[in-house]
């Protein structure tokens, strides 16, 4: 079973930048296999898709909204994934989460990032 821990959330100002954090751990799977993804869930709102990555970081894939201001990296050797959050808007308040693409894997607790105006 894979597990997943977001990190790097807090409560920034707007204009400000975080760098969010996702390392998967698990026995018997290899991270390198899955294309990643950032999720994130606003108050009382879905959660939503924000960037994928395939599995060597070559190609990339942005909510239509945030491009330009969000970047996804990964780092294999780590079993992590990163989301850079540039120019933090409070509309980008929300609990983030990363998953593999499909949603392969059980969902972590999310990292709560909170923007004030």
């Known amino acids: 079973q894979v597990q997943l821990v977001e990190s790097g959330g807090g409560l920034v100002q707007a204009g400000n930048s975080l760098r969010l954090s996702c390392v998967a751990s698990?026995?018997?799977?290899?991270?390198?296999?899955?294309?990643m993804a950032w999720f994130r869930q606003a108050p009382g709102k879905q959660r939503e898709f924000v960037a994928t990555?395939?599995?060597?970081?070559?190609?990339?894939f942005y909510a239509e909204a945030l491009k330009g201001r969000f970047t996804i990296s990964r780092d294999n050797a780590k079993n992590a994934v990163y989301l850079q959050m540039n120019s933090l808007k409070p509309e980008d308040t929300a609990v983030y989460y990363c998953?593999?693409?499909?949603?392969?894997?059980?969902w972590g607790q999310g990292t709560r990032v909170t923007v004030s105006s």
């Open positions: 998953n593999a693409v499909g949603g392969a894997f059980s």
């Open positions: 698990g026995r018997t799977f290899r991270f390198s296999e899955y294309a």
């Open positions: 990555i395939d599995w060597n970081g070559a190609n990339t």
